[in-house]
């Protein structure tokens, strides 16, 4: 008998709200607090969910964010990319 993953429903969610993740961080209409909060929010949650690349990838454009106030097109091409990879 195999016990069901307890946090399988939230992962669920967890991956819906990805895909919306995702298309507020390839909108050039996202401003980047938006983009700052969305990033910030992926730093924590992802690795609860077993997605460690996700987790380091957000926290360190998390703290280029907070140190510069905005970072490279390519720092978020990168989480994009691996988010994208989730799917």
């Known amino acids: 008998m195999t016990m069901a993953d307890p946090l399988a429903p939230l992962r669920a969610k967890f991956l819906v709200r990805v895909a919306d993740d995702l298309a507020a961080l390839r909108s050039v209409e996202t401003s980047m607090k938006d983009r700052h909060y969305i ?33 490279p097109p390519e720092a978020f091409a990168e989480l994009i990319a691996a988010l994208e990879g989730l799917g």
Not at 47 to 63: C, H, K, M, P, S
Request: hydrophobic residues 50%.
């Open 39 to 71: 990033v910030h929010r992926l730093a924590g949650a992802a690795g609860v969910f077993g997605y460690a690349e996700i987790t380091d990838l957000a926290r360190d454009l998390d703290d280029l964010l907070i140190d510069q106030g905005e970072a």
